[in-house]
């Protein structure tokens, strides 16, 4: 049994719909939260109950609140960062994305994705779900690092062969459960991408599963009057129809959504994930998440793939998914700085069935937490330390970072990684992919 006490820190425990934020210790046991609360006395006990394997972490200074729970990234297009930039999106893909994705190995992914979780654990990540090829790759990354993933096997009708080797893959290691750090997806990539068919056997698989459907859907105005001209349906509607939204779908994006499927998203209990910065950097729009928050929609963040953002920083996300809102409605008070940290941890935690454990510091729940240093500059005065940490944190000001009760990140260090190694062998690889 291992024990970590974190004494004397600012909790802010994300468990209500109001902020409340004291001082208080953490003990945390094995891969749960044991107790939090504002009585030294607990703490003391603790203490002593836990002998001298306790590992003390002073919490002076520092505020700790759950980790990050990015819910839509394709990792290992961290490859790509930089790449190409400032592209209309169609020649962007053809000319730049898909020549150099063609070249991936699957050694290339792993690589990749292991850029991404290092970036990801350093800024308070400490969940992300994955969209991409090759996740069996992905899962080796995850379970050598430490992070916690859902696993989305990815297809298009182009990579269906491929998809049904990496489900197989999966299914054998990480099923029901296998591995405490891992759960599972499908994800069909998009209703443009995928025939009804597919689509159809999708269906078939998460009923045979119980898998969730993790899926983009209306990200431009293009794919709206596609999937229109195609089917007569709006991408939500045409979903419904294939009976595909229900409390288990991830829907990506959703920035084309009208009243009447902002009414079939709530009623089918479909979570969102909304992309701030892609849906700006390239220019696919605002989506309404005023109007789903209102209607009673679960929306979570997601940074999206590191070439179309181009970080995987979380700190940067919420607080452009703020300002994007405030201009869109062209009034301040919507989505106030907690609704956005929620958003980010509790409804990230509901939009992938996991509410009853992850995204909030209870007893009982799986202790996945990051510290913040509020010793700085920007974090002054603490008029409101809610407000500080939406509009003024970096990803920089992240301390510790604990998932499932093991300290990743200490002193804004990596402890399972090589940081220079892993630098340097991106540099190298994506030199040479690019001869390839
Ligand atoms: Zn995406």
Redesign the pocket.
Known sequence: MSGILIKDCLILPMTGREPRCYRGSIGIVDDRIAFVSEDPVLGERFRQEQGKDVREIDGRGRLVMPGFINI?N?AAMTLMRSYADDIPLMRWLNDYIWPFEAKLTRDDVRLGTELAVAEMLLGGTTTFVD?YWRQEAVGEVVERTGIRAVLSATFTDAQFADFEKDLALLLERYADGRHPRIQLMLSPHAVYSCSKEHLLQAKELRERYGFGVNI?VSETKDEQRMIRERYGMTPVQYLDSLELLDARTLA?HCVYVDEQDIEILKRRGVSVAYNPQSNMKISSGIAPVVKMMSAGVNVGIGT??PCSNNDLDMWDEIRSGSFLQKVASEDPCVVPAYELLRMATVCGAKAIGREADLGQIKAGMVADLQIIDLRKPHFYPQHDVVANLVYCAKSSDVDTVIVNGEILVEGGRLRRFDLPTLLADVQQRVEEIVRR
Do not use: A, L
């Open positions: 839509h394709h969209m983009h990506v999206d793939g």
